[in-house]
């Protein structure tokens, strides 16, 4: 089966730092861009960044960059999201998903969120 | 950055109607556009990529259409677990992929 399972996220203050991981399995990891897609609550989705499946693309939306990193480790099947300078409205559930195909941009298989909170 | 404008924000309908769901981007983003569906505690699910094409696995009563600016999303009659929110993405302005607002389906 398919599947991508997120971890790491909790309750951080502002300022803070987390990093998340995303556990990939049922498919060849490495041969698959991945992105991290974020919703706050109650509101719409908002994509955060893009990673090619070598890594040697990496994109970030204007709201993050900077502050966030990602990164694959393809022997280990994993994706990561470290997050620095944390703010509340960087409150959301995080979701990795994958790229339907290489440099496509449409997202095929999502795993069920982390929340992240951004509170003092 | 390309806006997408979805509408209405809210889509009343009863199981076997047919619902029409309306994305409207800023500016021309040719056929580079999706359909997602997102139930309520759920992640998204792509159903529908590059305006017209469904993804895997997707029942042939969700359709797709347009192109440039406009699109729309058709579930020719709505089974009951459709009633849900249904999100346009576009990747034409890449690396500044956008998601709409969103058009929540729910039973009339």
């Known amino acids: 089966e398919v599947q991508l399972v997120e971890s790491g996220g909790g309750l951080v203050q502002p300022g803070g730092s987390l990093r998340l991981s995303c556990a990939a399995s049922g498919f060849t990891f490495s041969s698959y861009s991945m992105n991290w897609v974020r919703q706050a609550p109650g509101k719409g989705l908002e994509w955060v960044s893009y990673?090619?499946?070598?890594?040697?693309?990496?994109y970030y939306a204007d709201s993050v960059k900077g502050r966030f990193t990602i990164s694959r480790d393809n022997a280990k099947n994993s994706l990561y999201l470290q997050m620095n300078s944390l703010r509340a409205e960087d409150t959301a559930v995080y979701y990795c998903?994958?790229?339907?195909?290489?440099?496509?941009?449409?997202?095929?298989?999502w795993g069920k969120g982390t929340t992240v909170t951004v509170s003092s | 950055e390309i806006v997408l404008t979805q509408s209405p924000a809210t889509l009343s309908l009863s199981p076997g109607e047919r619902a029409t769901l309306s994305c409207r981007a800023s500016q021309s983003v040719s056929s580079y556009l999706a359909w997602y569906q997102q139930k309520p505690g759920q992640a998204p699910r792509l159903l529908i990529y590059d305006a017209s094409n469904r993804a895997t696995g997707i029942p042939a009563r969700f359709s797709g259409s347009g192109s440039g600016t406009d699109f729309t999303l058709t579930i020719s009659s709505l089974e009951p677990e459709d009633f849900a929110v249904y999100y346009c993405q576009q990747r034409s302005n890449w690396p500044r992929f956008t998601f709409g607002p969103g058009t929540k389906v729910d039973i009339k």
């Open positions: 990673i090619s499946s070598s890594s040697s693309t990496i």
């Open positions: 998903a994958r790229d339907i195909k290489a440099h496509y941009y449409y997202m095929d298989v």
